[in-house]
């Protein structure tokens, strides 16, 4: 209920008011042209003088919000309802790896609280950008990969592939870096060895490499397409089109957008403190590799954007998720109330626990 009310809080002025981002205006009205015919899937269409073929991102967005447009009609509420849905299918893929890493589902709301507690999630959830949809292919990606190690079957790191491959689709390189989650897996795993890591990510991106061959012979266009997309947009935007004054902008963006969910788990260690029970006031988690890997791979999606001097807070909104499952990891022994088995760590199993 808390969580319920704190969403509802955040989203609901920009939700029941029309307007939004530029940005998200303009990929909305890519959408709208789509549903109604005008430009396709891998040659959408804005207006007659302005990108008349939009190649500044690749499409998978555009095409799944053109669907919304195609069953709903031509309405504002629209474009806020696909942003509000992608941003509420984060939520729910959250708490699912949160259950896969615990095996305590009943505590999901704390990550959740992390996550909702930075303030560029609940301002992209209603201003239709493009990363609400990567964002979710990310985590997607990231919890079938969980269960690949916890089944030990690599079908699942297969499907990962193609989750990554959406991501990609989404808003491109950006949505690309759990292709290192499988090596910070098997690092901190004291069962698996250091190798099998870099293996997987190996396997991840030749699987990646040849679905993105499939598609290529399917949907012959798609080809052009990207390359146009990485010469726009990559290679102009990223090395010439200058939105900061130094590389190191997007880190101090990172740092004020965490700011909130630390003062949030330190007010977890005051609460801890006043009602210290032998004289324990902050226990760091039962197993440390969670933290640390959810930590480095929300790192590991922000700092990769230093090579680019075309930077946006919002570049990093699909990383978010695993800070907020890292600050819930750091502060999970401060919230239980009783000690339960739901610390001890990656557990390999072949239980369904979706």
Not at 79 to 103: C, D, H, M, P, Q
Not at 188 to 194: A, L, P, T
Request: with cysteine; aromatic share 14%; proline share 5%.
């Amino acid at each position: 209920m808390l969580l319920i009310g704190i969403t509802l809080i955040l989203l609901s002025n920009s939700l029941l008011t029309e307007g939004m981002f530029l940005d998200g205006v303009t990929y909305a009205s890519i959408s709208r042209n789509m549903a109604e015919g005008q430009g396709t899937f891998w040659n959408p269409h804005y207006t007659l003088t302005l990108y008349p073929e939009f190649r500044q991102h690749p499409p998978l967005a555009l095409g799944l919000e053109a669907l919304f447009f195609k069953a709903l009609g031509d309405h504002l509420w629209v474009e806020k309802l696909y942003s509000v849905l992608a941003f509420l299918i984060t939520g729910w893929l959250i708490a699912l790896i949160w259950k896969r890493s615990t095996n305590n589902i009943r505590l999901a709301w704390l990550p959740l609280l992390f996550w909702l507690a930075i303030p560029i999630v609940s301002w992209s959830a209603t201003n239709n950008l493009l990363e609400n949809t990567m964002s979710a292919f990310v985590l997607l990606s990231v919890y079938l990969m969980i269960i690949s190690y916890q089944r030990n079957h690599k079908f699942w790191l297969v499907l990962s592939a193609v989750t990554l491959l959406l991501a990609f689709l989404c808003k491109g390189f950006t949505g690309l870096f759990p292709l290192v989650f499988p090596i910070l897996y098997c690092a901190f795993d004291s069962k698996r060895k250091w190798i099998q890591g870099p293996i997987d990510s190996l396997i991840l991106l030749l699987s990646i490499a040849v679905f993105a061959g499939i598609m290529f012979l399917a949907f012959p266009p798609s080809l052009p397409y990207l390359k146009d997309y990485f010469q726009l947009q990559v290679i102009g935007g990223g090395l010439h089109e200058a939105t900061v004054a130094t590389r190191f902008s997007i880190v101090s963006d990172m740092m004020q957008q965490l700011l909130i969910p630390l003062i949030i788990a330190l007010a977890l260690v005051i609460c801890k403190a006043k009602n210290k029970v032998n004289n324990k006031v902050f226990e760091f988690p039962l197993d440390k590799t969670r933290f640390f890997i959810f930590l480095i791979t929300g790192l590991l999606g922000v700092l990769p954007i230093m090579v680019s001097v075309k930077q946006r807070d919002f570049y990093m909104l699909a990383a978010m998720p695993f800070f907020a499952l890292a600050c819930g990891h750091l502060t999970l022994s401060m919230v239980k109330r009783e000690k339960t088995n739901c610390g001890s760590g990656w557990q390999d199993d072949n239980r369904d626990s979706t």
